[in-house]
């Protein structure tokens, strides 16, 4: 895998672990400005869907585990998910 992947790789399995991190656990607008990235439409460089095309992850396909789950327990089965699904231990 390519630097540039893995660097936008654990981008979006940080973003995943924000999104769904208890809120008392993040500096205030973490979590939000995490969760608003990880919706967002923008297809400009940095935003997550061209980091998705970037390392060639359907984007759809992370949002709809997200829409399934709540909680940090399911976040954490989700980034371990995540993690197996693009070859990175943990």
Same mark, same amino acid.
């Given at each position: 895998?390519l630097?540039?992947?893995?660097l936008? $790789?654990?981008?979006i399995i940080q973003? *995943?672990?924000?999104?769904?991190?208890?809120v008392l @656990?993040k500096a205030p607008?973490? %979590? %939000? =400005?995490?969760k608003?990235? /990880?919706? @967002?439409?923008?297809e400009?460089?940095? @935003? &997550? /869907?061209w980091?998705?095309?970037l390392i060639?992850?359907?984007?759809? &396909? *992370? %949002? @709809?585990a997200l829409? +399934? $789950?709540?909680g940090p327990? =399911?976040a954490?089965? +989700?980034?371990? /998910?995540?993690?197996r699904?693009?070859? =990175?231990p943990?």
């Amino acid at each position: 895998m390519l630097p540039e992947a893995q660097l936008w $790789t654990h981008v979006i399995i940080q973003a *995943i672990r924000d999104s769904e991190a208890p809120v008392l @656990s993040k500096a205030p607008g973490v %979590r %939000r =400005y995490a969760k608003h990235w /990880l919706a @967002s439409s923008n297809e400009e460089v940095g @935003s &997550f /869907l061209w980091a998705c095309q970037l390392i060639n992850v359907d984007p759809h &396909f *992370i %949002r @709809s585990a997200l829409m +399934k $789950t709540a909680g940090p327990a =399911y976040a954490r089965k +989700k980034v371990k /998910l995540a993690n197996r699904m693009w070859g =990175y231990p943990g």
